[in-house]
């Protein structure tokens, strides 16, 4: 009997093709449902479960509610913005006393010569609706979990609305070391984030892939390293 580690990378409702949903992605709501089926069909041969969360703040300065255009309004989502257009009056901070701050950082983003700032519709906000993940997936994770502590695995993920009891073994407090039988790949997150995060691109981000073993090395080491940012952030937060 094939035995599996599952990667999932981000399955979250502003992702998702669904009413209400910040930046979604054709077929994924489908796609996490058939994933949700899979590992209902599959919970004694799945090993672990590692899930990417994309968090953010409502604002920052790579939010569409950060700025605003020299008419007062908000600017529209994907607008690129420049350390010239701010000198030129045609970007600024919605806050006015951030602009010396953030022309220092638009400058040195663009020194390199290879990035610009672009902003995004505000998403994945901690504590909303758009944070979560799939509905469906959430409660075949849940009932996976429980066949895990009847299993004594090592590794768990509860739904993130669900409150982690002490002891309970829910969530991914690490990423453990994994003797790879197959590892697969599979989320909601337009390509444009993976590709941020140094996740392989080139497919529709939704569909079930195949992880290269070559991949595995530099795939856990990102995953631990967003897991241990997400982990301070929520530590600076209180939460």
Same mark, same amino acid.
């Given at each position: ?57 409502? +604002? ?41 701050? +953030? ?18 519709? +505000?998403?994945? +906000? ?50 453990? !070391?994994?003797?790879?039988? !197959? ?41 631990? !390293? ?14």
């Amino acid at each position: 009997m094939s035995s599996y580690d599952l990667l999932v990378i981000d399955p979250q409702n502003d992702f998702l093709d669904s009413a209400g949903a910040a930046l979604p992605v054709p077929g994924a709501n489908a796609d996490m449902q058939r994933l949700a089926d899979w590992l209902s069909a599959h919970l004694e041969q799945v090993q672990s479960i590692t899930v990417t969360l994309d968090s953010h703040a409502s +604002v920052g300065v790579e939010r569409t509610s950060f700025w605003l255009d020299a008419q007062g309004l908000p600017l529209a989502p994907f607008t690129r913005v420049t350390a010239a257009d701010v000198l030129a009056g045609r970007y600024a901070p919605r806050h006015a006393a951030q602009r010396a701050e +953030v022309l220092h950082y638009l400058q040195a983003l663009e020194a390199g010569g290879q990035r610009q700032l672009v902003v995004w519709p +505000v998403h994945c +906000v901690l504590g909303t609706w758009g944070h979560n993940i799939h509905a469906g997936l959430a409660d075949a994770i849940a009932a996976w979990n429980c066949w895990v502590e009847h299993s004594k695995a090592a590794i768990a993920a509860c739904p993130p609305d669900v409150p982690w009891p002490a002891g309970s073994g829910c969530g991914a407090h690490e990423v453990k !070391e994994m003797t790879l039988r !197959e590892l697969y790949r599979v989320g909601a997150a337009p390509d444009s984030i993976n590709r941020n995060r140094g996740f392989p691109v080139g497919a529709p981000p939704h569909l079930l892939l195949a992880g290269k073993p070559s991949d595995i090395p530099s795939l856990l080491t990102t995953v631990r !390293e967003a897991h241990a940012r997400v982990l301070a952030t929520l530590r600076e937060a209180r939460l």
